[in-house]
């Protein structure tokens, strides 16, 4: 906690002081221009490796960077009440879902369910990554678990676009091309991203 505490007074005598102007610009209101969707790891932080500054993205974190299929329902959902905040009131221009190496949510598709059954909400949330496991074990041996891995963490991705496209409002804007929809591939070792290339369906490195 300490380092935590001293951070906060790092920040305000230096980096604050530094963006000062920006943070009186933002103090009653917020532009941003994309929503980025990623997972809770801690190794992933989204305006460093964008180099974005505050106000730039709207982020959502949750487990593996899943989003939950459209519905309608008097339950709590907080990523689709994020996302439905994103795109209808602040009417972002992008959205990226972001992967990563080494993702803990997408090991735990294979865990065995004795495992599971001690983190039971964390079991639940990964039934919305399902049809990803699937696919995987349709493709992969158990012998290739590296490959395994990283098939795993990439098709989830482009599973979690395809949920976005459930989203009638998202997908009203999409078709009028009034709003972008991408998903990236980190590799926390590297440093390197890799985006989706829809069009032939493989993961490019950004350069």
Not at 67 to 82: D, F, G, S
Not at 101 to 109: A, Q
């Amino acid at each position: 906690m300490e380092k935590l505490l001293q951070g906060l007074i790092k920040f305000r005598k230096n980096d604050f002081e530094v963006h000062r102007e920006l943070f009186g610009k933002l103090s009653r209101s917020q532009n941003p221009h994309t929503l980025f969707i990623g997972c809770s790891d801690s190794r992933l932080v989204p305006n460093l490796i964008t180099q974005t500054l505050p106000g730039e993205l709207f982020v959502i974190r949750n487990i593996a960077n899943i989003v939950p299929p459209y519905r309608n329902t008097q339950e709590y959902l907080a990523t689709t009440a994020a996302i439905e905040y994103a795109v209808n009131v602040l009417e972002v221009q992008n959205i990226i879902v972001c992967g990563h190496s080494n993702c803990g949510g997408c090991k735990s598709l294979y865990s065995p369910d004795e495992e599971l059954d001690t983190i039971p909400h964390t079991k639940k949330w990964l039934e919305l990554a399902g049809n990803v496991k699937n696919r995987v074990l349709a493709e992969v041996t158990e012998d290739e678990k590296g490959k395994r891995e990283w098939m795993t963490e990439q098709i989830n991705v482009v599973e979690q676009l395809k949920h976005l496209l459930t989203y009638p409002f998202i997908r009203d804007k999409y078709t009028q091309q009034t709003l972008t929809i991408d998903g990236w591939y980190y590799i926390i070792e590297t440093g390197e991203v890799y985006i989706y290339n829809k069009q032939n369906g493989v993961f490019e490195l950004a350069n």
